[in-house]
């Protein structure tokens, strides 16, 4: 707390003489003085927070951050990574020249990231800022936090009676990661695509580069998350479990009910296979709509994309998502369950 | 925000994740097996945010001066976004609030989880024998109780009511985190204590019987204990159970 304090008048002062208009306060003095002052009302916040429900929403809360959190981080380093020590021709060369190409290996290539769907989304920012065709990063992208080891492990061992599903997981979400790969080659326009401006690193050294953009992707893609969370907490705390039981009895309904739980829950990906299996009143192809929606596109996914890609990348992005990972479920069921 | 308040933003959200992952208070809400990661995660944090300051500091006073990471260097108009505020709002939840474990409210909003297992291998020895609570429902429901006869078995967990007052006694399965959380529940008969408290802490000693009801949220079916002995205990270090254990 010295520091902070210490540095906030000295840099108002260096200013001054600077004469520089100052229109905003500084932001270390903004945070110091926030978190002396949640210091100084913890007693009453913690009194408020006491009833059932605001207890159980803030260790959802914190439970969900708290858990994406190495997985961000560990993306978060991969990205800077790729960003500064893998020279761009690294991947012209992985990958095939023709995008319709690239795409499929591209998806396949997720099967290698053994993360949750946290992980990806800054290692597919880093991979088109690196010059990789857009449509095979989104690929990527998709098909990382369904298709790796690890989540398909979790998916046998939380079905252990349907084996089938492993597959038609695999087979689905592949499926959908290409093929919106593919659409976005055909019908994708450079500037839906417009990332916040990242920082450019150049002129750096390599570590201050690679520190640099740790720190730019930590605060950016963090924010999102805690966003996220908050949403997925209320809604894991406000909605009463009975409504999807209602919803259970009607195939088409089902389908799409689990497919929007999937989304609300925001739950890793790691986890969500376990979650599917004691949905047991549903039919095993809206649980596996549910398995194929989830690590694609859920709320913290969106928070995420939009700091990463840009919001109105986002906004295109994620519906199509949803209804390809619904109607790519539904025909995976049909065929393979 | 400003490279320093990112900085110290960083330091104090990694350094709340060590201390978190040192003590068992990481336990509420993530299972044991993240622990590493966690650790990794909030000594990379700390890392990150001694970078910023070192680089910081390091910079020409020229793009230093006056920007503080508001972006007019090297005519790059980048700004961090307001969003990295949010960031706080974990920081506090953990440092000031440390909100407890699930308890009896989510349990009871849930449908119990119970599924069948993969096996009912011999009850390992001991008088009583201890046993998980996910255990002992799996052998009374889908094993209708053969491979636990009528020896005395020891399950602890904490204690929920229905809306019709029956007290169940309740362990919440996690997999990864809180947010996937849901409620084993065996139904308590026989010698209960009169006075019971929701959340309470219990370790009973009882035997199989096969009186069963059903979950009124998703039909799932919930076994009973008939117990002998019942006595209230700390809440353990890692409340959850977790599948296969």
């Known amino acids: 707390m010295t520091t902070t304090t210490d540095v906030a008048p000295a840099r108002v002062a260096h200013r001054a003489r600077n004469a520089r208009p100052v229109r905003r306060l500084d932001s270390v003095f903004v945070l110091a003085m926030v978190l002396l002052l949640a210091f100084q009302v913890q007693g009453p916040i913690r009194r408020a927070l006491s009833v059932p429900v605001m207890q159980n929403w803030m260790t959802v809360f914190v439970a969900v951050v708290v858990q994406a959190l190495p997985f961000l981080v560990l993306g978060v380093l991969l990205s800077a990574l790729l960003a500064v020590f893998v020279p761009p021709s690294f991947f012209t060369r992985a990958l095939p020249s023709r995008p319709a190409m690239a795409v499929p290996v591209a998806g396949m290539a997720g099967a290698v990231l053994p993360g949750c769907e946290c992980a990806s989304v800054p290692v597919a920012g880093a991979l088109v800022r690196r010059g990789v065709t857009p449509a095979a990063a989104l690929a990527f992208l998709l098909s990382a936090p369904a298709i790796n080891p690890v989540v398909l492990t979790a998916t046998a061992v939380a079905f252990p009676g349907n084996p089938r599903m492993v597959l038609a997981r695999f087979a689905a979400s592949l499926l959908v990661a290409c093929t919106m790969g593919w659409l976005w080659q055909r019908l994708g326009r450079t500037e839906w695509l417009r990332p916040p401006a990242h920082p450019s690193f150049d002129g750096l050294s390599k570590p201050a580069a690679f520190w640099g953009s740790v720190r730019h992707d930590v605060m950016h893609a963090g924010g999102f998350l805690v966003g996220g969370a908050m949403a997925a907490a209320t809604l894991k705390a406000v909605v009463p479990a009975s409504w999807l039981h209602a919803a259970a009895g009607n195939p088409v309904v089902s389908i799409l009910a689990l497919g929007v739980l999937a989304v609300l829950l925001s739950i890793c990906s790691e986890a969500d296979a376990f979650v599917a299996a004691s949905l047991s009143q549903f039919s095993l192809t809206a649980r596996l709509a549910f398995l194929v929606v989830g690590p694609m596109i859920d709320l913290k996914l969106f928070g995420m994309q939009a700091a990463t890609f840009g919001r109105g990348f986002a906004l295109r992005f994620a519906p199509v998502t949803f209804a390809l990972a619904v109607a790519a479920s539904a025909l995976a069921g049909v065929v393979l369950l | ?245």
Not at chain 2, 15 to 36: E, H, I, N
Not at chain 2, 121 to 146: E, F, K, M
Not at chain 2, 163 to 178: E, I
Not at chain 2, 212 to 227: E, H, K, L, S, T
Request: with cysteine; net charge positive.
């Open chain 2, 1 to 245: 925000m400003s490279r320093q308040a990112q900085a110290v933003l960083m330091l104090l959200v990694g350094g709340a994740v060590l201390r978190a992952s040192l003590t068992d208070l990481y336990l509420r809400y993530v299972k044991v097996g993240l622990r590493p990661l966690l650790l990794t995660a909030g000594i990379i944090l700390v890392i990150a945010a001694a970078a910023t300051v070192w680089y910081d500091w390091r910079r020409p006073r020229a793009t230093r001066d006056g920007q503080s990471g508001r972006g007019q260097h090297g005519g790059h108009g980048h700004r961090e976004p307001r969003v990295s505020w949010l960031l706080l709002l974990p920081l506090f939840a953990l440092i000031l609030v440390a909100p407890p474990a699930l308890d009896s409210y989510s349990a009871m909003r849930a449908g119990t989880a119970l599924q069948r297992p993969f096996g009912f291998p011999t009850l390992p020895a001991g008088d009583p024998v201890q046993l998980s609570v996910l255990n002992y429902a799996g052998r009374a429901v889908y094993d209708h109780g053969r491979s636990l006869g009528d020896r005395p078995v020891k399950v602890t967990g904490f204690v929920a009511f229905d809306s019709g007052g029956t007290p169940y006694l309740v362990r919440m399965l996690l997999n990864c985190c809180a947010a996937d959380a849901q409620p084993v529940k065996i139904g308590l008969t026989g010698q209960v204590p009169p006075v019971l408290q929701p959340d309470t802490w219990l370790e009973v000693v009882g035997t199989y019987t096969t009186e069963q009801a059903r979950d009124p949220v998703n039909n799932g079916a919930i076994p009973f204990i008939d117990v002998r002995q019942a006595r209230p205990v700390p809440a353990p270090p890692d409340p959850y159970e977790t599948w296969g254990s």
